[in-house]
């Protein structure tokens, strides 16, 4: 099984160090290149104006905080089944990655109301189910760090992920399934994306660019958490020396 | 940016320094383990073998065992 192989802590550093050049020069490229594009290139929009190239930090970092809460879910799950000894460590290791997009998503996206609903927030579905999932990770790393046992607070907190997981797809249909002043779905759609391909492809630029950028922070963070394991493992040999 | 410069700017701005202050965050904690475990290592062998070899190595010199304290 390719989990099996990826889950021995040595051979996952020698993937990560072999990987990390290559995914940090993929992230500034795309970046760099949707940025370029996002400010310099698509045309304002007809309705919005300028106000939409908002979009362009805003969306990536709503899709970044439903994709790595995902990952945190699925972490979580081969956690607790299989206890594969890097789950819990991606899953520590994304939470405070993803808690940081979901807040970047909340306020862009209350810097896009203000000038186009004339407000600057609203408790419509959407935005509300986006506020419990930053609260969700809130509450996965506060709990995660909340035992003296390492070991419970990750089992605690893989249980606090797979509950959590049902806001997910809340939060993706809520724009369906209620009357919400938030505009429905126009790239990731049944039909295909509805937005013109002038602003779509600076949009999917940063969308790429954001996901390296959680690869190569997730690389470095598991490397550091193992560092972590590695010295609480010396602590309890100084311990049992002494 | 017309009259939403202040709503636009605000966003990349905040964007920016978020991500960049998660970057560093990142890096300062994963060097900070680095050279903790590099000192650590230096002091205490990382594995039972390698004391016990330490300890016989320094009670056949005549030094009285592995300095653990």
Same mark, same amino acid.
């Given at each position: 099984m390719i989990l099996d192989r990826f889950a021995n802590p040595a051979r996952f550093l020698r993937l990560a160090n072999a990987i990390l050049p290559w995914c940090v020069g993929a992230t500034t490229i795309m970046l760099a290149a949707g940025l370029y594009l996002g400010l310099f290139v698509a045309p304002p929009d007809y309705q919005q104006g300028d106000s939409v190239r908002i979009m362009y930090v805003h969306v990536p970092a709503a899709w970044m905080a439903m994709f790595v809460y995902t990952n945190i879910a699925i972490a979580s799950a081969v956690s607790l089944i299989?206890?594969?000894?890097?789950a819990d460590l991606a899953a520590n290791a994304s939470a405070p990655i993803g808690a940081a997009f979901t807040f970047l998503a909340l306020v862009t996206g209350s810097l896009w109301g203000k000038?186009? =609903?004339?407000?600057?927030?609203? =408790?419509d579905a959407r935005l509300t189910s986006v506020l419990i999932l930053f609260f969700l990770y809130l509450g996965h790393m506060a709990i995660t760090s909340a035992f003296d046992n390492p070991a419970r607070g990750a089992k605690a907190a893989a249980v606090l992920a797979l509950v959590g997981f049902v806001n997910v797809p809340i939060i993706k249909f809520s724009v369906d399934w209620w009357n919400t002043l938030h505009q429905p779905?126009?790239?990731?759609?049944m039909g295909g994306p509805s937005i013109h391909p002038d602003m779509l492809w600076p949009l999917l630029a940063m969308g790429l660019g954001y996901t390296l950028f959680y690869v190569v922070l997730l690389l470095l963070r598991i490397k550091s958490e193992l560092i972590g394991a590695r010295l609480r493992a010396l602590d309890s040999l100084r311990q049992d020396a002494a | 940016m017309g009259s939403y410069g202040g709503y636009v700017w605000p966003s990349y701005g905040l964007s920016a320094v978020i991500m960049a202050g998660l970057v560093i965050v990142t890096l300062r904690r994963l060097r900070a383990r680095e050279q903790e475990l590099a000192q650590r290592q230096g002091e205490y062998p990382a594995r039972r073998s390698d004391r016990v070899k330490t300890a016989v190595s320094e009670d056949s010199n005549g030094s009285g065992g592995a300095s653990d304290s």
């Open positions: 299989w206890r594969h000894p890097l000038p186009m =609903w004339g407000t600057w927030w609203v =408790w779905a126009s790239v990731f759609r | -």
